[in-house]
């Protein structure tokens, strides 16, 4: 009963390399998810993906880029890393847009 | 744009009593969601319970449940009969029920919960 898998766990990076954030779900759900969770603030969108061959930018988009790979798959890229990107991700799905949505455990990412 | 305002950025309750926790938010919209997530030191993100706008009925979950006034815009959480586990982040949420544009949540701030023993 795996739900919402997100690797890694936690990443250190330098500023500038890049990186990506996998996610994957085992729940048959249309929708997926990109947030990051700041001290202090609540969980911003950074990206979603209604259904599979879509994806659209959220409240926080600049700096990432997405992937939906197929229907279990979404996953998040840092091009070049700035310490601003420092933070919790979340990725999480939904069978539909009007249903709770499901999340992973989260990625801790520092950007020395 | 939506807003999800939580006032209280800290609550304190004993065990075994019950405490409200508050949450307002703007919209124009008629169509939509609300939720209260609960984040515990694990990190989790894990759903407490849920309200569609259009049910005049409070949602309850067990010892979970929500006053909804749609009129006033607002959506607060009553946890009932308090236990150290209920200690935790919480989260109130808001979807649009329209299915396009933004399709995700928006998050308030966050509510601390401590449970006194």
């Known amino acids: ?28 759900h249309n929708s997926m998810y990109w947030y990051r969770q700041d001290p202090g603030m609540g969980l911003r969108l950074i990206y979603y993906s ?15 880029n997405v992937s939906r790979l197929n229907k279990r798959e979404f996953s998040l890229r840092l091009e070049s890393a700035a310490p601003s990107q420092t933070s919790v991700y979340f990725c999480a799905s939904s069978v539909q847009y009007n249903q709770p949505q499901h999340f992973g455990d989260g990625t801790r990412l520092s950007i020395l | 744009a939506q807003t999800v ?53 409070n ?16 959506f607060s959480l009553k946890i009932s009969d308090s236990q150290l586990g209920d200690a935790a982040m919480y989260f109130c949420a808001y979807r649009s029920g329209s299915g396009g544009g933004a399709d995700g949540l928006t998050f308030g701030k966050g509510t601390h919960l401590i449970i006194q023993p």
């Not at chain 1, 009963?1 to 048959?28: E, H, I, R, Y």
């Not at chain 1, 209604?50 to 409240?59: N, Y």
């Open chain 1, 1 to 28: 009963n795996a739900g919402v898998t997100q690797t890694p766990k936690f990443q250190v990076l330098k500023t500038g390399q890049s990186m990506t954030l996998q996610c994957a779900q085992d729940m048959n």
């Open chain 1, 50 to 64: 209604a259904s599979e061959g879509t994806t659209d930018k959220g409240e926080v988009p600049n700096g990432y």
């Open chain 2, 5 to 57: 305002t939580q006032s209280q950025p800290e609550m304190s309750v004993q065990e075994a009593e019950t405490v409200t926790l508050s949450c307002t938010y703007d919209t124009s919209e008629s169509d939509y969601y609300l939720f209260w997530y609960k984040q515990p030191p694990s990190r989790q993100m894990i759903l407490v319970i849920r309200q569609e706008a259009y049910k005049q009925q």
């Open chain 2, 59 to 74: 949602a309850t979950e067990n010892r979970f449940s929500v006053n909804f006034q749609k009129a006033a815009k607002s």
